[in-house]
């Protein structure tokens, strides 16, 4: 499946409509599912699962008690450990809907990332959280995703990832 | 103790040399002792050692076997996360120094992150990992640390924090 060199976000929101039942994370293959953030075989981590919806993606997570910074809130590692493999998956599930593939339909890419920017806007509360992921660029070895992250409503983070194709 | 309201990189250098033998975070009050990153009391966490080092800090840190990412690498939500607390102790060591105090002299202040930046140069190693923190501004209320991270004496990672002091 090849992709045009580079789509910007405008475009890909016209592109596609995704609205799946299989978790990403679910369909890596055996040797790329023990990544502490997503991998399911990992028993002592996070193993979050990342769903296409529309034209974004949303993870939604309950992060383990200990997870704690400062008094009741989220610490900012988990944060960032969230928003990048929330960003990881989208991007791999951007990158199928662009080509009009849903997930588990075809062999998902792998991206790993360049580079992650976090904003902590305020304090997250440790409880659920919901992560929602939209492209804001999407290329053939590159896709730039953004991310809010709620938590009681309020969206107390906002990530920015860079991630590259891992080449077949 | 106050500061001058702005300093830059070029004028710490100049102004610090601390060669501190007790962890910035093993000054902690209780209260703020329990963050999953770097807190003493997380029996669960990574209780990230912090010292002053001549004109900049270094964290040394070995993460448990499972923060794998893909194959035998560190994770990046792992990398992220010791930047990210690697930072917060070091602003409070440089907020310290630029003062005339060493860690332990006087309550060290607690700072939070606004903003995190991991630039992920090349896949990390999982073992020992060094971290070293350099002031790039220091302010009485912001302190920007960047950071190289490396592994097997390659820099695999770096990273850029905006932190922020709790108000006393």
New interface residues.
């Given amino acids: 499946m090849s992709l045009p060199a580079f789509v910007t976000a405008a475009r890909c929101a016209n592109m596609m409509h995704m609205n799946d039942a299989i978790a990403l994370q679910d369909t890596y293959p055996e040797d ?1 599912a ?4 997503c ?1 399911r075989y ?4 996070h193993q979050i699962k990342t769903y296409a919806k529309g034209d974004h993606t949303v993870t939604r997570h309950i992060p ?1 008690p ?5 008094g009741d809130f989220a ?4 944060i ?3 928003i ?2 929330h960003s ?1 998956a989208s991007a791999a599930i951007f990158w199928l809907g662009l080509g009009g593939k849903s997930v588990g339909e075809v062999l998902a890419p ?1 991206f ?9 806007l305020t304090p997250t509360p440790l409880g659920l959280v919901e992560l929602v992921g939209r492209p804001e660029e999407i290329g053939d070895r590159k896709v730039i995703v953004t991310t809010d992250l709620r938590a009681e409503g309020i969206t107390t983070a906002r990530g920015r990832a860079v991630l590259v194709k ?1 080449p077949d």
């Fill in positions: 790329f023990h990544c502490f953030g991998g990992n028993e002592n981590g383990a200990y997870y704690t910074g400062a610490y900012g590692g988990i960032a450990s969230l990048d493999c990881a792998r790993v990332t360049a580079r992650l920017e976090v904003d902590y891992i």
